[in-house]
């Protein structure tokens, strides 16, 4: 079933995982899309969170059409994420649509949302990965590294983290196979204190330049 909504479509698609809901936010401009930003959300949230909206309402102008994806546990009301083997079956299960417009699929999400992307992205073909708020360990304990799934996407990846992540600081990532963009004083969630010295705004803006950037110039590590 697919509805119009001003400047979105929202499409639903089956999914051996139960029914998944594609927000769809077209590239502006008579050229249409040269790239699809596929966006995951988090284990805690849906598409409302503030990094993916940015995003949706800054990169169709650049070209880029955003696709925000809604798991089928979130579609189906449920308040608890399940196994990550059944978030990479729903995530699996959109891909085809995601790819019907026939040009490249840049996988992405927030948190749980950038995991399932990293796991991902080699066996679905994605051009890239781009891992928002990436939880590279639970809080307070840097010895369960998830790292691997980083460094084994098989793509150009980029991570985008808030300076004050508790889930992993940008300088506990290593880049060297991906590229890293900090948001300073940022949290897990974007959110910046308004002792920062910089605004929300401001902050959001880092994010969408840092991303635009990354699109606009062959998606290499940075």
């Not at 925000?68 to 579609?75: A, F």
């Not at 990293?118 to 369960?144: I, N, S, W």
Request: charged residues 20%; hydrophobic residues 45%.
């Amino acid at each position: 079933m697919t509805t119009t909504e001003k400047d979105r479509t929202v499409e639903t698609v089956g999914t051996d995982a139960g029914p998944a809901r594609i927000t769809w936010f077209p590239a502006e401009g008579a050229a249409g899309a040269r790239l699809v930003l596929a966006l995951g959300h988090g284990a805690g949230g849906g598409i409302e969170a503030r990094d993916l909206r940015a995003l949706a309402a800054a990169l169709p102008a650049h070209g880029v059409t955003v696709a925000l994806v809604e798991q089928p546990w979130r579609v189906a009301g449920k308040k608890l994420a399940p196994a990550p083997r059944t978030l990479d079956t729903g995530w699996r299960g959109v891909w085809p649509a995601l790819a019907a417009a026939g040009v490249p699929v840049v996988a992405g999400g927030r948190s749980a949302g950038a995991r399932v992307a990293c796991r991902t992205a080699a066996e679905l073909g994605a051009r890239a990965v781009l891992a928002l708020a990436f939880p590279l360990h639970p809080p307070g304990k840097p010895e369960k590294s998830r790292e691997d799934e980083l460094t084994g996407t098989g793509v150009p990846t980029l991570v985008v983290q808030g300076g004050n992540d508790p889930f992993g600081r940008p300088a506990e990532f290593s880049p060297g196979t991906y590229g890293i963009a900090e948001v300073p004083h940022a949290d897990h969630g974007f959110a910046v204190p308004k002792k920062a010295g910089t605004t929300q705004e401001e902050a959001l803006g880092t994010l969408t330049a840092a991303v635009t950037g990354w699109l606009s110039t062959g998606l290499a590590p940075v």
